[in-house]
Structure formats: structure tokens, C-alpha cells
């Protein structure tokens, strides 16, 4: 599963020719409206946005074992359903750096909670001519505290 598959690999490498690829990353335990606004963010810089999705195994490994809320099918085929996602390739990892490095994209895109922190793969993109944009999060919105308001 920390594959892409050949046929998103060919997807990707038609895309290049033509497009900006961005690249986020994250469980996306429950769609939000953070979310919904950082996507659609990030999908300003890029003509492709590609989310690279944890798992549940991985998801499980990040955030704890009462985690995820929804399976990563459901988490899936709902960023599918947003019009600023192109593409979503689930991965098994702690974090996405051999896809990062699979994929070159142009655009790398955490969001303002990671302003002072090391964002995978930071470094390859940079250095591979790509940039990575820190995207403005609306305060007090995450699915933690989602779960916590409960």
C-alpha cells in the first residue's frame, strides 16, 4: 500500500507535462471545514492537488488507537468528492516521504500548525526546484477538537 500504482503513476506522469502537482498529506479523520478551506487553498497554487492519505494502520500509529473515527475508505471517497481533489493515494507509513519522493510535486502544503515544526519532505521539494507553502488553518478548528467537544 506505500506503492502508487501504476496506473496513478501514469496519471501523474501525463499531469506533469501539462500541470502544477501539489501535494498535502494528513488522516483527515473527519471531514471538516478546516479541511474543506485548506484544500481549497492549496488548489489556488496548483492546477493537480494530490492528498496522500494515511491509513488506518498509519492513522492509528499518529493519532492513537481510538483512531481513526471513519475507515480510510470513507475518508477516501470523500476527498474524492471535493472538487479540489485530483487524486488520493492512501499510504501505510508514520509519514508520506517515499511518495513525496515518488511523486516531485511542485507544491508541498501543511497547514500553520506546522510553522515552526519539520514538514516531510520539505527538503527533497525544495531542493527539486518545488515549493512548500504553509497554508493559514481557522483557529480552534481540528477533528481532536471535534472529539473533545463530545
Not at 488522516?27 to 494515511?54: E, I, Q, W
Not at 471513519?70 to 476527498?79: A, D, G, P, S, V
Not at 519539520?118 to 472529539?147: A, C, D, E, Q, Y
Amino acid at each position: 500500500m506505500d506503492k502508487i500504482s501504476s496506473k496513478q503513476l501514469k496519471k501523474l506522469q501525463v499531469w506533469k507535462k501539462t500541470s502544477r502537482i501539489g501535494v498535502t498529506n494528513g488522516c483527515f479523520d473527519l471531514l471538516h471545514k478546516g479541511h474543506l478551506s485548506s484544500l481549497k487553498s492549496a488548489k489556488r497554487y496548483c492546477d493537480k492537488l494530490v492528498v496522500l492519505l494515511n491509513s488506518d494502520k498509519s492513522t492509528k500509529k499518529n493519532k492513537g488507537k481510538l483512531r481513526p473515527i471513519q475507515n480510510e475508505k470513507i475518508r477516501k471517497k470523500k476527498l474524492l468528492k471535493n472538487r479540489n481533489v485530483d487524486l488520493v493515494i492512501v499510504f501505510n507509513r508514520k509519514t508520506p516521504y517515499k511518495m513525496i519522493k515518488q511523486i516531485k510535486p511542485d507544491f508541498l502544503f501543511k497547514g500553520s500548525d506546522y510553522k515552526n515544526k519539520n514538514i516531510i519532505g520539505s527538503r527533497f521539494v525544495l531542493k527539486n526546484g518545488g515549493k512548500v507553502k504553509i497554508l493559514k488553518n481557522i483557529r480552534g478548528i481540528s477533528t481532536t477538537n471535534i472529539i473533545n467537544k463530545k
